[in-house]
Structure formats: structure tokens, C-alpha cells
């Protein structure tokens, strides 16, 4: 079947929060979701840092005017959210997914953690006991319906205001057939984006892993790279 984003479901009236919204990937995503014109939420720890990463993110290039970018703590976040995304550090991502396991009840949640090492020779992945970050999650949270995506985006390409697209594929794992759509269509927010099916959660510890090819191509080519799957 070829792609065909007019099949899409119109996801503009969602509200989507960022878990770890303050950081680089969490604010490249917050940033462009706002330039779309989506309602964004941002979580921190700290709810003054979140009000604050939220004012700066309102205030950026081609974000238009009036458009709703807000910040709170992460429970306040997962509880005001329809779609919530998990974008803090691998160290403390059990910690944070599962102290909002109540508020997150009944949402979709977006994860897009990279359990990844570093040291001399470079990046590495990381084993992780339940198979994937998204699978750690999704154990954590077995109220909720989760997927894995946006894990191979630049930060530095969603952070720079003079980037008009993306051009990339956001492969899509999850156990729930009708996430697929709703996350596509949230990736089509971003001009260049699609949503690809790929797989179950127990496929994506090979999308997460892949990251660290990722950087480690751009290390050498300085380039920004990402996916695109062919014939579609």
C-alpha cells in the first residue's frame, strides 16, 4: 500500500505535552509542534523552569502569535494532555515514567528515549532489561497506550528557525494498530515528516539502538542525518 497522508485523522485540536520538555530534543519537538499551531504542554521537574522553557519557546521565529505554549509539572503536564511525550534522559526515564503511571491513564503516550553509553570510541547502545526504553515504559504504565517515535529526529534541526522541513521518516512502534495514525498525523504537523508503521514494541530496540549510527554518521559526515524508507 503507498503512502497516503490524506488518510490521516485531523489531530490539530489535540493538546500534546513534553516530558522533559526542557531539554534539547524535548524542546526541538515542543517548538515545532507550536510552530504547527498544536497546543503545547511543557513538563519539568520544576514548574518554574518548565513556565520559563515555555515562554521561550512561545516567543521563537514563525511561531504564531497567540498560539498556546504553556509549562507545568510533569503530573499538571500528563494530566492536561491528550498525547504526552517522554523525552528525558535514559538515566531517570523509569523514574519519571513511573511516578506519572495515574496520570497518564488512558493517554497516549509517545515514547522516544534512546538507551544510549558513551566513552572513548563513541556511542553505543545500552541493554535494557525489559528489551527497549518504549517497552520499559509501556510496563510502567499499563494503563496507557504506548508507542515509540521521534526517535530519530535531530534536536539542532527542530531547534533552528530557518529549517522549513524535515525531511525524514518517524518509524512507529506500538501494540495498538489505531495509534499508528494519530502519530503519523502529529509528524505530518512538521512539514518533510511521515509516520511509518514498524513493527510491535518488541521491534524497537533496534530503532532506538540505531541512534547511535545515527550520531555517529553525523559526527563524521557533520551532517544531521535521519531515515527515509523507500517504495512507499
Partial sequence: MVYDATTLPDVSGLTVGIIGGTGDQGR?????????????????????????????????????????????????????????????????????????????????????????????????????????AVQQA?????????????NHVSAPLLADPEVDRIDLDVLICTEDRELVGVVAALAARIPGMRGIYAGRLRNAHQIEAFTANLIAINKRYKAHAGIRVTDL
Fill in 28 to 132: 526541538g519537538l515542543a517548538y515545532r509542534f507550536a510552530r504547527a499551531g498544536q497546543t503545547v504542554l511543557i513538563g519539568s521537574r520544576a514548574a518554574d523552569r518548565a513556565a520559563q522553557a515555555a515562554a521561550e519557546i512561545a516567543a521563537l521565529p514563525r511561531v504564531p502569535a497567540g498560539a498556546t505554549v504553556a509549562g507545568a509539572d510533569n503530573d499538571e503536564v500528563a494530566r492536561r494532555s491528550d498525547v504526552v511525550v517522554i523525552a528525558v534522559p535514559w538515566d531517570g526515564h523509569a523514574a519519571v515514567v513511573g511516578a506519572l503511571a495515574g496520570p497518564l491513564a488512558g493517554k497516549i503516550v509517545i515514547d522516544c528515549v534512546n538507551p544510549l553509553g558513551f566513552d572513548k570510541q563513541g556511542p553505543y547502545a545500552l541493554t535494557v532489561a525489559e528489551g527497549s
Fill in 138 to 150: 509501556a510496563g510502567l504504565l499499563p494503563d496507557s497506550r504506548v508507542c515509540a517515535a521521534f
